[in-house]
């Protein structure tokens, strides 16, 4: 079955700098790849998702990009805010038209601090 | 999200005991998903229902079972069987583009 690894752990960064978060994927037939926030002790949030037809998707501070090839994809945050301090979750799935089976990573620690 | 409830939000339950955990969606979506999620790691896959009367077992399926008798609902047991329940517990459901939707979800604590 699928495999999603994520790197790095734990990250912190100073406020208003950029965050980088990288997640590689072992079933090439998978076609599509969400991110989601998760806050202490509430539900996740999908903050954005690309499918494998497109490189790079942006949504105002956010940004995912995907390499197919070496099977990787990433979540960029620009301008960092301390509310941006969350677990942040990559997952993979095959769209099979019906239900999607999501492979998640193991999370990101986010803290940013002031 | 608004649109998917879990109840309750917080279980208590003595060992050997079966519980129910309830999961309804509004949102007339046709797929629904239960996960688990425990510390410090990601969510893993228990049960997936594509539409009403039938689901198929995720990743982690032993010691739970599941019903969809109602498009609306997804109600997940937790059996005696399954070794280690404490977990917080995650229902979602999602309409053909994929995008799954998560509920509040529920702490389940087993002494």
């Known amino acids: 079955g699928e495999n999603v690894e994520q790197h790095p752990s734990t990250l912190s960064v100073q406020e208003g700098d950029s965050a980088v978060i990288k997640c590689t994927y072992s079933d090439s037939a998978s076609n599509y790849f969400p991110w989601y926030k998760q806050e202490l002790g509430k539900r996740p949030q999908l903050i954005i998702d690309?499918?494998?037809?497109?490189g790079e998707k942006k949504d105002q501070r956010i940004a995912v990009t995907l390499n197919k090839t070496a099977k990787h994809f990433s979540l960029h945050i620009t301008e960092t805010q301390p509310e941006d301090s969350a677990v942040y979750f990559c997952a993979a799935s095959i769209d099979t038209g019906t239900a999607s089976k999501l492979t998640f990573g193991t999370g990101t620690r986010l803290q940013v601090t002031l | 999200d608004g649109g998917i409830t879990q109840s309750p939000k917080y279980l208590f339950r003595k060992e050997g005991q079966n519980v129910t955990l309830s999961c309804e969606q509004n949102?007339?979506?046709?797929?629904m998903y239960w996960y688990r999620q425990d510390p410090g790691q990601g969510l893993r896959l228990i049960y997936y229902?594509?539409?009403?009367?039938?689901?198929q077992k995720g990743d982690i399926a032993e010691g739970y079972s599941v019903s969809r008798e109602k498009k609306e609902s997804f109600p997940l047991t937790v059996t005696s069987a399954q070794k280690n329940p404490t977990a917080f517990y995650l229902c979602?459901?999602?309409?053909?583009?994929?995008?799954?939707?998560f509920g509040p979800g529920t702490r389940l604590t087993v002494t």
């Open positions: 949102l007339n979506h046709d797929a």
């Open positions: 690309i499918r494998s037809n497109v």
């Open positions: 229902s594509q539409i009403v009367n039938d689901f």
């Open positions: 979602a459901s999602g309409g053909l583009a994929d995008e799954q939707y």
